[in-house]
């Protein structure tokens, strides 16, 4: 079975800082991986979702970025973080059965 | 432009009787229909998913309805249980979208399930 394993489980951040955020999947190969936000009081958006090493599709403009370094490996990252990145970070692997989600990451921007 | 709705934010339900989340949604292109259950601080956890080809479909005591034609679709819970208190979010994906029928998915805002023992 499919095990996703995000870290870490909280973060703090101020302002202006970077971030790097790491998800990596057990149990599969050559999956889908997503990464989704949710905001206080807000549903699920899409981020960034990838279908092979290297190739990332980003679904809505804004201060993030992705990578996929590694078959399962999925990193997003800011080089600069703004207030409004606050949220719930999760990542999911997907493919051929529904969407499977990590516990994600509860990060803060102070 | 919010394509999937979950028009209620919370429901409150007393342990045995049945628990009903509706779901509607805008886009014609979704084919493929999830709901999903939430505890704080956790992922998201599948539990059940309809095809447009169905408008019905059953596991144990999750039964998930889906209207075409309205655009609606409803999870039914029966009975309720404290333990399925939690938040509830639908999804939909359409074909293709991301390359797999199990493509990128649109959830709703989410609600908030609460049985009372």
């Known amino acids: 079975s499919q095990t996703i394993h995000q870290w870490p489980a909280t973060l703090v951040q101020p302002v202006g800082s970077p971030l790097s955020l790491e998800c990596t999947v057990e149990g599969t190969s050559n999956p889908n991986l997503y990464w989704y936000r949710q905001a206080a009081g807000r549903g699920l958006q899409l981020l960034f979702y990838?279908?092979?090493?290297?190739?990332i599709s980003s679904e809505v403009p804004q201060n993030l970025s992705a990578s996929r370094p590694q078959d399962r490996q999925f990193i997003l990252s800011s080089k600069k973080l703004l207030l409004s990145d606050s949220g719930f970070y999760l990542c999911?692997?997907?493919?051929?059965?529904?969407?499977?989600f990590g516990d994600g990451t509860r990060l803060s921007i102070l | 432009d919010q394509q999937v709705k979950q028009n209620s934010p919370s429901l409150s339900v007393q342990e045995g009787r049945i628990s009903i989340l509706n779901c509607d949604y805008t886009?014609?292109?979704?084919?493929?229909f999830l709901w999903y259950k939430k505890y704080p601080a956790e992922g998201p956890t599948f539990l059940i998913s309809?095809?447009?080809?169905?408008d019905k479909n059953e596991d144990g005591r999750f039964t998930v309805f889906l209207n075409k034609s309205a655009k609606h679709l409803s999870l039914h819970i029966v009975p309720s249980q404290p333990g399925d208190s939690a938040v509830y979010f639908c999804?939909?994906?359409?074909?293709?979208?991301?390359?797999?029928?199990?493509?990128?998915?649109?959830f709703g805002q989410g609600t908030i399930l609460t049985v009372h023992p």
């Open positions: 886009n014609s292109m979704f084919d493929y």
């Open positions: 999911a692997v997907g493919g051929d059965q529904p969407q499977h």
């Open positions: 990838s279908v092979g090493i290297g190739q």
């Open positions: 309809i095809s447009s080809i169905k």
């Open positions: 999804a939909a994906s359409a074909s293709n979208a991301g390359g797999t029928s199990y493509g990128k998915l649109t």
